[in-house]
T-cell receptor, first 113, second 113 residues
């Protein structure tokens, strides 16, 4: 199956700064990737669908100006949390759809102080 | 949009007993029905999935049953072991798994020796 990596695995930042999270599909070309957010003891909530070469599709209630998604190549999608606040602290996970299943990255734990 | 409900939210069983988790969905276009296992701080791991042309699928101690008319599918774990303790999520989707997945709220399974 596809190997998906995320970088960084953990990041701590100050309130008001921006943080970029990378999702890479290491052995599989991905025209689509998905971004999820998971708060402690909660489920994965789909944030947006990242589309290679075009704008991302955001789920209802997700601020597109705050969570910037760029899918510039078939192997890389980035999520930038702009002007991060403590309530943005969460586990961010990407996934890459394959032929028969979706492949998840290992996740990025963001802590905003 | 898809509305997914998962029950129970917690489940405690003795080692060797069986466990059943049920997932109800609303979107009749859903045709892909996976179950994921997630351990603390890790990515979701696909444990079994079923597609809408099949009513039941089994893989050793794990099985999934689908009732498309009633729009629900269930995870069955037999002969539970302590290492089965984790959070389990259903995540129905369309496009055979290529499209976005909507996760249920999760079931925390505890298997006691």
């Amino acid at each position: 199956g596809a190997v998906v990596s995320q970088h960084p695995s953990r990041v701590i930042c100050k309130s008001g700064t921006s943080v970029k999270i990378e999702c890479r599909s290491l052995d599989f070309q991905a025209t689509t990737m998905f971004w999820y957010r998971q708060f402690p003891k909660q489920s994965l909530m789909l944030m947006a669908t990242s589309n290679e070469g075009s704008k991302a599709t955001y789920e209802q209630g997700v601020e597109k100006d705050k969570f910037l998604i760029n899918h510039a190549s078939l192997t890389l999608s980035t999520l930038t949390v702009t002007s991060a606040h403590p309530e943005d602290s969460s586990f961010y996970i990407c996934s890459v759809p394959g032929v028969n299943e979706q492949f998840f990255g290992p996740g990025t734990r963001l802590t905003v102080l | 949009g898809e509305n997914v409900e998962q029950h129970p939210s917690t489940l405690s069983v003795q080692e060797g007993d069986s466990a059943v988790i049920k997932c109800t969905y609303s979107d009749s276009a859903s045709n892909y029905f996976p179950w994921y296992k997630q351990e603390l701080g890790k990515r979701p791991q696909l444990i079994i999935d079923i597609r809408s042309n099949v009513g039941e699928k089994k893989d050793q101690r794990i099985a999934v049953t689908l009732n498309k008319t009633a729009k629900h599918f269930s995870l069955h774990i037999t002969e539970t072991q302590p290492e089965d303790s984790a959070v389990y999520f259903c995540a129905p989707g369309s496009g055979g798994g290529y499209n976005k997945l909507i996760f249920g709220a999760g079931t925390r399974l505890a298997v006691h020796p």
